[in-house]
């Protein structure tokens, strides 16, 4: 039984799809990967103050789900990812609206 198997989908692109929907609280949603890409460990930022009681293990899962994919994966899955970026570090600075080192929204 893989960790992945409690998650509706039936490729990691709709697992990641399936946690990336979770809105749980605002702290997840920051440095949480939004494509199927091999993940790239971030900064860890222990600025503010974390007490929010949230235990939803969406942005964990997220990473997982990166850390697990391979850049063999089907070609289907390949054609729809970006082409030039090669992790979802670089992926997130060229396409995000969110600063991935300081979750602030970037206008």
């Not at 850390?67 to 979802?88: F, I, L, M, S, V």
Request: charged share 25%; hydrophobic share 25%; glycine share 2%.
């Amino acid at each position: 039984m893989s960790l992945f198997d409690f998650i509706p989908g039936s490729n990691l692109r709709e697992k990641l799809e399936t946690v990336v929907n979770c809105n749980c609280c605002e702290r997840h949603q920051i440095n949480k990967p939004r494509v199927v890409a091999p993940w790239v460990e971030t900064p860890w930022n222990n600025s503010q103050n974390y007490l929010t009681g949230c235990d939803c293990d969406c942005r964990h899962l997220a990473r997982f789900i990166c850390r697990y994919c391979d850049e063999d994966d089907d070609q289907d899955e390949q054609e729809q990812e970006p082409q030039e970026p090669e992790t979802y570090y670089s992926y997130a600075l060229s396409y995000n609206t969110t600063d991935i080192s300081s979750g602030e929204i970037i206008d």
